[in-house]
């Protein structure tokens, strides 16, 4: 199994699209976080302060390597082991170091920063932890002075076997310059002597290094016992209002972590078609138009809707008139009979289609909006019959037409809304052109089939796509090139112009 790369932008359209439930679960992660923060209060904490010796100040940036090793030690067992005994009960080292911070401000400052469940323990805790570890740093200076006095002695005796051998070195030379070279005496004094100077320089090399042993041990013992001291004792320390903030802020980013998770999750299982381009190839007919429409749910609404064709942008004008001439293929028909099939529960299909029958009325074009009677458009028969006072009976309206101004537009214009049940679509025997209006990102390809199916058998296959409230993100125009000319040949031969009349243009 492959893995899909992560796509950025599919996963911000994702938290876009459920932005309502990201913010929900981030807000949620907050008030988790202040509820935690409530409910388990800081434990009182206590602050003290050791000074270290200067020769831990480096110069350079950052803790020197003294400090660090001071730190560890501060926070080692042979500290902790005795100053748990400071309060009652007793804690064990384990016990301790959880409740213990131990950090350097400087590079010749130690803090110390105990929590307990009282301040006095705290204060304790803290100020033995301090002593503890000022009386191990003595200790291990005690050890240091002992090991440097042995050391001192010994260099004291091998400075005492150089000078001695140097003794016997002057003796042996001044023996050998009344002797010849060549005689018994002259040789045995000049191997000894050669043997003596030797042993002097092993010597030599060997207080050499007890005098390096020395130098390091009285640097040691001057920085384990210079100015090691307890700078500060033990205080309160405020209830930190940072940290609270860092708490709730926290728990809005592990609601907002969440947030994500879900909308992925959510958007991975999501087959509601969103884009121009994926509705088109759904249904293998062309996208001829965009409505923006908000879902009527009164009857006032629906009526407000219907009646308020004239109150169009001119963006929806625009559209509308696209969407006539498109039905009408670049000529002016007298009349044009339409179906518009909606989904029944997508209210905003259902108002873009009522909307586009007000948009043609307000372009001039004599338009009659018959109602269908499923229980979907319920409402909006009511207002068709509160509009026109059953003039046409409670299922139509006659809307009145304004000004004529648009080229290659119908003059008349029948309209029939159906709602259509997506699981079990019932579509009545028409030759009305056919068009789907459905929402962006309302049904899936599944559902749109059952609905193609159905208007292909009832005599009036599907000839386009309406998308009602398209998404904002989605740059498609539903318009592929195979599509282009299937939607021209089957208009035309709905039309009831012939092919041949096209091709004989053509070959004039």
């Not at 051998?165 to 003796?171: H, R, S, T, W």
């Not at 009145?400 to 259509?420: D, H």
Request: proline share 5%.
């Amino acid at each position: 199994m492959q893995e899909q790369p992560l796509d950025l932008r599919r996963v911000l359209k994702a938290v876009r699209r459920h932005r309502a439930l990201v913010a929900g679960l981030c807000a949620l992660g907050l008030a988790c976080g202040v509820v935690y923060d409530f409910v388990t209060p800081q434990l009182p904490a206590a602050r003290a302060l050791v000074l270290l010796p200067p020769s831990a100040i480096t110069g350079q940036p950052g803790q020197s390597p003294y400090t660090v090793t001071q730190k560890i030690i501060a926070s080692s067992s042979p500290v902790l082991s005795e100053a748990g005994g400071a309060v009652l009960p007793p804690l064990s080292a384990t016990q301790l170091r959880s409740h213990l911070s131990v950090t350097a401000p400087s590079q010749d400052v130690l803090q110390i920063v105990v929590r307990a469940t009282t301040s006095t323990d705290a204060k304790k805790l803290a100020n033995a932890v301090a002593s503890d570890y000022i009386a191990y740093v003595a200790n291990s200076a005690n050890g240091s002075a002992a090991l440097l006095k042995q050391l001192e002695a010994e260099s004291v005796q091998l400075t005492e076997q150089v000078l001695g051998l140097q003794k016997q070195i002057n003796a042996t030379e001044a023996r050998l310059a009344g002797e010849k070279q060549t005689s018994p005496a002259g040789v045995r004094d000049n191997s000894y002597l050669n043997t003596l100077r030797t042993e002097q320089e092993q010597v030599s090399l060997e207080l050499g290094n007890v005098n390096t042993q020395v130098v390091n041990a009285e640097a040691t013992n001057t920085q384990a016992t210079d100015a090691t001291q307890l700078l500060q004792p033990a205080e309160a320390v405020p209830r930190s209002k940072v940290q609270s903030a860092l708490i709730a802020l926290l728990g809005a980013l592990v609601g907002l972590a969440g947030g994500f998770v879900v909308a992925l999750g959510l958007a991975r299982g999501d087959r509601r078609l969103r884009s121009r381009d994926a509705l088109a190839s759904a249904l293998g007919v062309p996208v001829i138009g965009s409505i923006w429409a908000k879902p009527c749910r009164k009857v006032g609404e629906w009526r407000k809707l219907i009646e308020g064709g004239g109150s169009l942008s001119p963006v929806e004008a625009w559209n509308a008139r696209r969407i006539l001439q498109r039905l009408g293929n670049g000529n002016d028909e007298p009349e044009v009979l339409l179906r518009l099939l909606a989904l029944a529960g997508d209210n905003a299909a259902a108002a873009a289609a009522a909307k586009l029958a007000a948009a043609a009325s307000s372009l001039g074009v004599g338009t009659q909006l018959y109602v269908g009677e499923q229980s979907a458009l319920e409402q909006l028969r009511s207002a068709c019959l509160v509009a026109n006072g059953a003039a046409l009976g409670s299922t139509a309206i006659e809307l009145k037409a304004g000004p004529r101004g648009a080229s290659n537009v119908a003059t008349q214009l029948s309209i029939s809304l159906e709602a259509v049940d997506a699981a079990k679509p019932e579509v009545a025997p028409s030759f009305a052109k056919s068009l789907l209006v459905v929402s962006a990102g309302y049904a899936s390809a599944g559902d749109l089939a059952r609905v193609a199916l159905a208007a292909s058998d009832s005599g009036s296959p599907l000839l386009g796509v309406v998308v009602a409230n398209p998404d904002p993100d989605d740059a498609t125009s539903g318009m592929l090139p195979d599509v282009r000319e299937n939607f021209s040949s089957v208009t035309k031969e709905i039309n009831g112009q012939e092919v041949a009349a096209d091709l004989g243009r053509q070959a004039q």
